[in-house]
């Protein structure tokens, strides 16, 4: 961490971990890749797992770890592979690095391949060759969300890590530290809204709170949410209302309406009705029925589905509930 230096820079890099010890989880995975630095045996890896998690810092650590600041820019390609992900970078830029000794370092040099879930089948064929051909010169760190994407032919050749998201009594500490250095004031519902939207990726929660600050120089739950256009409690609050106590006309005008003057997303809406509605008491047949309906929405809006018809399957779905039976007196 060097929060004395470039005070432009975005937060996310500013506070990026930079060594190990100063990532925030992982504990088992950091321990392992210790084990192979200190023993020499430095295999290719796979890193995958949800975004923020932590998978290109640790790699960047490492690196630090293993050359000097001068061997850096010699021993290192850094690549995103979904800027770079056809056949010809990985036949050109890739190959001519790993096929290149330096004669600063005796050693292996180290290829990162970020994101390398957008690379062609084509590409990663060929990605598999240079790394039977070039083992004893280079070693790889391939970095992906969907392991699913990445050909078994390349998964086997590495060692696989997963980066789970992170909790947050991991994120709160970094989250405090930043807070600390840059002198802001943030309120414990802030801070609890910036972990709830994270949802365990610690490049949001940094990225958000400079958004908050920026916009409002007070970070707040209301100000966190009205930032990211997420929708507030008490907005969710009367959509339920509506959507249980009014007409199908009035209930779409009036969501549509707070959708326009705030600019929330259908889907985000649909998560947070999704949460408070299973704090309803409603028969259990009603609870599936509407957890169904919201589920089908959610996935037709994934699929690509027009918000505007979304949302009327959304209000159907509520005047349906009020036709089966209404919710139980809690």
């Known amino acids: 961490m060097r929060p004395e230096s470039n005070k432009n820079l975005p937060w996310v890099e500013k506070y990026r971990p930079s060594t190990l010890d100063d990532l925030v989880s992982h504990e088992e995975i950091i321990k392992t890749i210790n084990k192979f630095i200190i023993q020499d045996q430095f295999p290719h890896l796979l890193f995958y797992g949800p975004p923020g998690t932590g998978k290109t810092s640790t790699i960047l650590a490492c690196a630090r770890q293993l050359y000097s600041p001068k061997q850096f820019t010699s021993m290192v390609l850094e690549m995103n592979a979904s800027d770079d992900r056809g056949i010809g970078v990985v036949r050109g830029q890739i190959l001519t690095f790993a096929s290149t000794k330096t004669i600063f370092k005796s050693g292996f040099k180290l290829i990162i391949l970020d994101e390398a879930d957008a690379m062609t089948m084509d590409a990663q064929n060929a990605l598999r060759r240079i790394i039977e051909k070039y083992t004893e010169n280079v070693r790889f760190c391939i970095i992906c969300n969907y392991l699913s994407k990445i050909m078994p032919a390349l998964q086997s050749r590495c060692t696989r890590f997963r980066f789970a998201p992170l909790k947050p009594e991991q994120i709160l500490p970094r989250l405090d530290y930043v807070i600390e250095q840059e002198n802001l004031k943030v309120t414990e519902d802030g801070k609890n809204a910036l972990l709830t939207l994270a949802n365990g990726d610690m490049r949001k929660v940094l990225n958000v709170l400079q958004s908050t600050w920026l916009a409002f ?31 199908f006309r009035t209930t779409y005008n009036n969501i549509k309406k707070l959708q326009v003057v705030k ?12 949460k408070y509605v299973q704090r309803i008491e409603f028969p259990q047949e009603v609870m599936l029925n509407l957890l169904n309906e919201l589920a089908e929405i959610e996935m037709r809006l994934s699929s690509g589905a027009s918000e505007n018809i979304q949302l009327t399957a959304f209000v159907s779905a509520f005047q349906e509930v009020k036709e089966i039976g209404p919710p139980r007196d809690s």
């Open 263 to 274: 600019g929330l997303a259908l889907n985000d809406i649909l998560t947070e009705v999704h």
């Open 217 to 247: 120089k007070n970070v707040t739950e209301n100000n966190v949410y009205t930032c990211v256009g997420h929708p507030l409690k008490k907005d969710i609050e009367n959509i339920v209302a509506w959507s249980l106590n009014e007409n």
